[in-house]
Structure formats: C-alpha cells, structure tokens
C-alpha cells in the first residue's frame, strides 16, 4: 500500500498564521499604549508647569494609573476551524504560549522648573525715606503774623491863635497950643505911645504864646479823666477869651472829641481854672482869645 505524499500540516499552517496575527495585534496595541502613554504624560507635564507658573507649589504626589481595554482572543483558531472542517483532527504540538506584554507606563519627564524669577529690587529708596527724621517730612510752620503796628497818638499841636485885629488909627485933631502943665502931659504919654509902637508884630506873636502856654498849663493841671467816658481817648477843642488882667471873659466847644463825656471834661477843666496869668507886657488889648486842645487818654 502505497502511502500518500505528506501534505504540509494544516495545524501548522493555522498556528503559524495565528502566531503572526497575535504578534500584529500586540504590536499595535503596545504602540497605542505608548502614543495615550506619551500623550498623557506631555498633558501632565503641560498642567505642571502652569500650576508653577500660577504660583502654586503643591507637587502632585499620586500617580497617574493608564487603564488598558484587555486584549482580546486571537480569532486565528476559529478562523481556521471554520474553513477546514472535512480534515481529520490532528494534535497540534503544544503551542507556546505568546508571552504578555507588560503594560508598563513609560516614566515621567522631570519637572519642568520654570526659570527664577528675578529678584525685587532692593527698596533702598524707602529705607532712605524712612530714616529721614518726621520733621523733615511735615510741612513747614505757616510763617509768623506779624504784630500789628499800633500808631501812638500824637497830640495834635495847637491851632495857631487868630491875630488881634489892629486898631483903627485915630486922626489927632489939631488943639490949641497948650499951657505947660499940659505940654508935659503930652509928652509922657507920647514916650508911652513910642514905646508901644516899638514892639513888632512877631513879637507880639511871641508874647501871646507864652502868655497861651501858661494858660494852657493851668487847664492841665485842673483836667481829670471822667467816669462815664467808658475807657474812650480822644481830644476836644476850647475856645476861651482871657482878659488881659488873667480874668477868664467866656469858654465853648469848638470841635468834638467824639464823646460827650470827654466834651464836657474839657470845658470843665477851664472852668475849674478860675484866673489865669496876666497878660505879659507888650499885649495891650483888653482880652484875647485862645485855642486850647485837651486830649483824654486811658
């Protein structure tokens, strides 16, 4: 009996082909499980720099765990029992079985540190600010008001006394020649009337003023400072007519002090004078008016 030529084992053929199908599919699988690897190892760098970048230092402690879909059976077995069915069943050879491919998760980049920031600029200026002593950092004092300036009151100086009207030259009448007795008369009284002519003008003026000053002196001395004046200063004018004896003729007001407390003060330090000087000699009308002014003051 002659045996049959021996025909390649289709076991063989169907453990060949499912061996490079089970080797395809771990390949493909490994390389999708290093590009998710990668890809998510590159997301987890990315958040780790921004969150330094953000400010916060919190290092992520747990690990990222990258689940796999688990791998299906390799369909070779059944492809190949379904396309030969006729043949008789042969043992296959016990088959290796294909070895697992560790599912390892590629380690992770370093972290990435973000370059240091540069260092704040030493605040020289506000220590320089805050050494400076507080007097130099308040504003200046307003400056000083100044005192105002009180004007003394001067005493007014007084009015200049009207000059006395000259008297109206008398026309002599010529007489008869006079007896001796008489002509002696005559002639004293004309030296008198030489002597009273030989006194000037100014000299006159000269005379009436002391005889003024001495006046006034007096209605100095009688002046006193009223009550009811309520502490008010001011000056009030009199007007008075002496006889040339010193007798005092008539006194007024002739200008106001403003108060008439003051007023009446005045004219009762004149009145309280009684008699003047007399009339030096020289002066030889029969009264003469005077213009005194009386200051009051507190």
Known sequence: ????????????????????????????WTLSAVVVAAALAGGVALALWLERQAGNEDAIEEAM?????????????????????????????DQTEPTEISETIPDLPE????????????????????????????????PPEPEPVVEEEKEKPPEPEPKPEPKP????????????????????????????VSVSAGQMRDLKATWGAAIRKRVERR?????GAGNASGTATVRIVVSRGGGLSSVSLSRSSGNPALDDAAVRAVRSAGSFPAAPTGLTDASYTFSLPINFSR
């Open 111 to 142: 972290e990435i540190t973000p370059p240091e920031a540069p260092p704040p600029p030493e605040q020289t200026e506000l220590a320089q600010l805050t050494d400076l002593p507080m007097d130099s950092l308040a504003p200046p004092p307003p």
């Open 169 to 196: 030259k008398v026309e002599k009448k010529k007489l008869p020649a006079p007896s001796v007795a008489s002509r002696k008369t005559n002639a004293q009284s004309s030296a008198t009337g030489e002597g009273q």
């Open 65 to 93: 765990l990258i689940d796999l879909p688990p791998q299906p059976p390799p369909p070779a077995m059944t492809a190949a029992a379904e396309a030969a069915p006729d043949q008789p069943q042969v043992e296959a050879p």
């Open 223 to 227: 002046k006193s400072y009223p009550s």
């Open 1 to 28: 009996m002659t045996t049959a030529p021996a025909r390649p084992h289709v076991a063989d053929w169907t453990a060949s082909l499912s061996g490079r199908h089970h080797a395809a599919d771990a390949a493909a």
